[in-house]
């Protein structure tokens, strides 16, 4: 029985202790809670966010604009190979093959000649023809002229044997009957030499028909001859050849073309403008510039070029088509081809006091942000003048020697505080402010860094700043503010 209630004590008094314990530390809690909610709340300095941003210098410059547009070569020479006569092939040139280079007067192609020379053979008998009636003509008008001369002179026997016979007639001696026989026969003597005349008339007639058949059949030899000729093709220049249809043996017609003839030395370049840009190509009087320009072309990363001035202007705009078409010649082009898409560079008259700055520096509403005093944002109006890729040129005007941040984005606005950074990667570093510390805040100051924990020659170095009389505001500040944390 004692037992049970020596155990039974014990286990009360343990129960009374945990209890008095859970009693303590309860009120250990509550006290805790109360103190730190009574507490006032602590308020830690607010910082300003300070960006770091790229920044440009406007500096005012001379600037040549360029205008990248987009074109296609063409030759300036280009000739189509047409047969004027149609036949069989019987020789053509090895270099008349796609893409073969000929010279000026080499023969490319022979046709098939017998047709075209025998219409030769034909109308040389046709000429030989007309020759002798040439001169079978001014043969009969040879007789028809004596002819005439011996009628002429018939009559006038014949006039003066009327004459004897009219005096005889007068004297007595005649009779009426023998003047009129006499009469009769001048009479008949003039109807003859009227008769040669118009025989020798029918002559000179004869002549000038006999000259113009021979006309005529000397025109049908010389087309003849030509005909003849044009069996055989020469080149007309030097070129290289293209669109190549033909091949010994074959069969062209008249007036085919069976190759063209290309120079590819003489080249030029044609590309389409907008109306605005073709007015900033204008002279003062209102015509086109000779303006240089530059041809590239990008073949598998090797950029072939070749320079040139634009030459003259389309005459009309096409149907549906809008801005001017422009023609440019090019110097020496070597590796270009007609046919080329080519990229065309041209160099716009030069602008005077601009600058050249990123795409990203101007807003839309043509706006750039300058940094301005304790490194502060504000706006500022600029004028866009060209866009050159991902830069555009700009009018400086009063903003001379500003610097304008070069990349903006949402977070940049007027008033904002920056920290710039210059191209390079080289911050622009602020110079510090400096200020003078009276004879307890520097003593308060050195003791602080003297009692702090920091090495030795760091702690040389900050003493030493501030036994100047001068010393940065930034690091007294950070100081301070160690000292009251």
Do not use: C, H
Request: no cysteine.
């Amino acid at each position: 029985m004692m037992r049970f209630l020596r155990r039974s004590l014990t286990g009360v008094f343990l129960l009374a202790v945990t209890l008095a314990l859970i009693a303590w530390a309860g009120g250990m809690v509550r006290g805790a809670v109360e103190a730190r909610m009574n507490e006032e709340p602590r308020s830690f300095p607010q910082r300003e966010r300070v960006l770091a941003v790229n920044v440009v210098t406007l500096e005012p410059q001379t600037i040549v604009p360029e205008l990248t547009v987009f074109g296609e070569l063409r030759s300036q020479r280009t000739l189509d190979l047409r047969s004027a006569t149609g036949g069989t092939v019987l020789e053509a040139n090895d270099a008349l093959v796609e893409g073969g280079a000929v010279t000026q007067g080499q023969l490319l192609l022979r046709i098939d000649p017998v047709e075209a020379q025998a219409a030769l053979d034909r109308v040389r008998a046709d000429l030989q023809d007309a020759q002798a009636e040439v001169r079978d003509a001014e043969r009969a008008l040879i007789l028809a002229e004596d002819e005439l001369t011996a009628a002429r002179a018939q009559a006038t026997l014949r006039d003066q044997a009327l004459t004897r016979a009219r005096d005889l007639e007068t004297r007595g001696v005649g009779t009426a009957a023998a003047v009129e026989t006499a009469e009769l026969a001048a009479s008949s003597a003039q109807a003859a030499v009227l008769t040669r005349r118009q025989s020798a008339a029918s002559a000179q007639a004869r002549i000038d028909q006999a000259t113009t058949r021979l006309a005529r059949a000397q025109i049908g030899v010389a087309e003849a001859e030509r005909a003849v000729a044009d069996t055989e093709v020469y080149a007309a220049f030097d070129g290289t050849l293209a669109d190549v249809t033909i091949s010994p043996g074959g069969r062209v017609t008249a007036n085919e073309r069976f190759a063209q003839l290309v120079d590819p030395t003489r080249l030029e370049v044609s590309f389409r403008v907008s109306t605005s840009q073709y007015a900033r190509l204008l002279d003062d009087a209102g015509a086109l510039t000779n303006a240089p320009i530059a041809v590239t072309l990008d073949v598998s990363g090797v950029n072939l070029r070749a320079d040139g001035q634009i030459t003259r202007e389309g005459a009309a705009v096409g149907a549906g088509q809008t801005g001017r078409l422009l023609f440019a010649q090019l110097d020496a082009a070597p590796g270009f081809r007609p046919g080329d898409f080519v990229t065309v560079r041209i160099n716009e008259p030069a602008l005077q006091g601009v600058a050249l700055v990123p795409a990203t520096a101007v807003a839309p509403d043509q706006t750039v942000l300058i940094v301005g005093a304790e490194d502060r944002l504000r706006s500022a109006d600029v004028t866009l003048l060209r866009r050159q890729g991902d830069d555009v040129i700009i009018g400086v005007g009063a903003n001379v020697g500003a610097t304008i941040v070069a990349e903006r984005s949402p977070l940049l606005g007027a008033g904002i505080k920056v920290r710039p950074i210059l191209p390079g990667g080289i911050e622009a570093a602020p110079e510090p402010e400096m200020i003078t510390l009276d004879a307890d805040r520097r003593a308060k100051l050195i003791a602080f860094v003297t009692d702090g924990r920091m090495p030795d020659d760091v702690k040389a170095r900050i003493i030493g700043q501030l036994e100047e009389e001068q010393v940065s505001s930034e690091t007294v500040n950070r100081l301070e503010a160690r000292m009251g944390s």
